[in-house]
């Protein structure tokens, strides 16, 4: 069953169109990847979905109900969270309260706020930093810390962006490992990567905009082969005689 | 040079902080929150002064419990203000919100002075004059001043509290900090801008409740205290409450050494306020605080403590 389904959703800012008519579905459960080269408007598009920008046309549907255009605390509440591109935790609060600002506003109403906040905080492995203030910790952390708080806030979709970007390989495979085990709990995921070994291993299905248009929707290893997004990423082929 | 004076204009001093303290929380909260600076916040004080007196002539309310009545009024009257022409502004340019809050303040202003006339106010009460003699340090303190202090200390004592240990102040903390996450985590930024908003307002209200019963006023009042509040938040690094103490502190000590032990002309002792925030503007743009991060101390071994008062993996 689709969890999201995006119709014919655009974003213009002023005369550039940033998103153009984006079609596209995500099924509850799956693990979706959003590539294109710089400027395609993955971003944006994301933003659209967690409403930060209203879009300009189209409609997003959530668990059926639409919510193209509420504010992004509504969103939240109905299920979507978005990770920021450039990680921007609550600097002057702790760890701990960065993710319990999130289990308390967010989605989730059960429970004690404080041992779902450290649960989640064991979960994504930085427990031993819970009560470090946000500003002080590495740029890895950061990011997980990201995670963790749009986890804390219990999402069914979460939109990552470019979370691996920029950490190094051991760093990346450990994120990789909890984006599965992140699937595994049942949470559907959406999300941006560059880096294509790391979007390949991961989703079950890509979705490739270019110059803010849809133009592949398929599993990773045909999309690595369609002719449109290598002329995408590379330029026009030479055409061969 | 008189330092034998330096114990009493010292308590003078601390006594002074309290007050200074109390009327510079509003402010420093509204402009954490929303990034405006609240230029109807001596208006706001006025008219709470102004409401302590009408409910103490009118109703017989003992001016030192009018504050009971004056936060929750407003608490509410701040709300209403955001909801319907503060929201309406948010992310205009901050020209546009210093104009519209000045006008503001110059509408309350011109309509004190139609309703109460120019004539200038105070309240006088049994206890508002009463002071007590401390023999042993030849030490005469005003009970208001004392009463004035104390309940700057209980603010900052329940400010604090609710800010790191309610939800909403969670919150409210985390709109200072990154509206644009905050909104990703699911909190109402706009709600929280309302309340932290009427929250000021109120604050501001409570220091004008306070001052009427220890100063003369009239519609214009509040003008050099509202300057006195942008040295004490500036001071205080527009960051915390307790900057804000710290600043209102070392603005009133600074004021009265200047007059009571250096021996400044009282009538030049505004000029000290004004100078240090000009100074801390230049040389501290960040405030006090930002005097801890630069002592050497602190910066030698920045090995582990960096990170982690925890401990915690090594970097």
Redesign the interface.
């Known amino acids: 069953m689709a969890l999201l389904e995006v119709q014919g959703v655009s974003r213009y800012f002023g005369g550039l169109r940033a998103v153009d008519h984006v079609d596209m579905v995500v099924g509850e459960g799956e693990l979706v990847g959003l590539i294109g080269p710089n400027g395609a408007g993955k971003t944006t598009l994301f933003r659209v979905i967690a409403g930060v920008y209203p879009p300009s046309a189209g409609q997003v549907i959530f668990n059926g109900e639409s919510v193209g255009g509420l504010h992004p605390n509504r969103v939240c509440h109905k299920g979507i969270t978005s990770t920021h591109q450039v990680v921007r935790p609550f600097p002057a609060l702790t760890v701990l309260e960065n993710v319990l600002v999130g289990v308390q506003y967010g989605n989730v109403r059960s429970g004690d706020p404080r041992q779902r906040a450290r649960e989640v905080l064991e979960f994504v492995g930085l427990a031993h930093r819970a009560d470090v203030l946000a500003r002080n910790l590495t740029l890895p952390d950061r990011k997980r810390l990201e995670v963790a708080r749009a986890l804390g806030t219990g999402p069914k979709l979460l939109l990552l962006d470019e979370v691996i970007a920029g950490l190094n390989q051991t760093e990346a495979a450990r994120t990789m490992d909890l984006i599965r085990s992140i699937k595994r709990q049942g949470v559907t995921i959406l999300m941006i990567e560059h880096n294509m070994r790391v979007i390949m291993g991961l989703s079950d299905r890509i979705v490739v905009l270019h110059h803010g248009e849809k133009i592949a929707d398929a599993p990773p290893e045909q999309v690595s082969r369609d002719p449109k997004v290598i002329e995408a990423y590379l330029g026009e082929s030479p055409v061969s005689a | 040079m008189d330092l034998g004076n330096i114990l009493p204009v010292t308590v003078g001093a601390i006594l002074l902080a309290g007050l200074y303290a109390t009327m510079s929380y509003g402010l420093g909260l509204i402009y954490g929150v929303m990034r405006i600076v609240n230029l109807s916040h001596a208006g706001i004080m006025m008219l709470a002064a102004y409401t302590t007196l009408m409910l103490y002539r009118s109703f017989g309310i003992e001016p030192y419990l009018a504050p009971v009545i004056v936060m929750p009024l407003f608490f509410v009257i701040g709300m209403g203000f955001q909801r319907l022409i503060v929201r309406r502004i948010t992310g205009a340019a901050p020209i546009v919100s210093l104009l519209l809050l000045f006008s503001v303040w110059l509408i309350i202003q011109n309509a004190a002075y139609l309703i109460w006339s120019g004539n200038t106010q105070s309240i006088l009460r049994p206890y508002t004059t009463r002071s007590f003699r401390i023999e042993a340090l030849d030490l005469t303190i005003g009970w208001m001043r004392l009463g004035v202090f104390l309940a700057g200390v209980v603010t900052l004592i329940i400010l604090q509290f609710f800010l790191t240990r309610t ?1 909403l102040g ?2 409210i ?2 709109t200072t ?2 509206r ?11 709600r929280i801008s309302m309340v932290a908003f009427g929250i000021g307002i109120a604050l501001s209200a409570l220091a004008g409740a306070l001052f009427s019963m220890i100063l003369p006023f009239n519609p214009d009042f509040g003008r050099v205290l509202m300057l006195k509040s942008f040295a004490v938040i500036v001071l205080g690094g527009l ?1 915390s409450f307790v900057g804000i103490a710290v600043g209102a502190l070392v603005l009133a000590l600074a004021e009265e050494w200047a007059v009571g032990v250096f021996g400044m002309q009282t009538a030049l002792k505004d000029l000290v306020s004004f100078s240090a925030l000009v100074l801390v503007l230049i040389l501290l743009p960040n405030g006090l605080p930002s005097l801890l991060g630069r002592m050497p101390v602190w910066r030698t071994k920045p090995a582990r403590p ?8 090594a ?1």
């Not at chain 2, 960096?306 to 993996?313: C, R, S, V």
């Open positions: 939800y969670k919150a903390r985390a900090q990154d644009d996450s905050a909104k990703l985590v699911g909190i109402d930024v706009d960051t960096t990170t982690a008062p925890t401990g915690g993996k970097a």
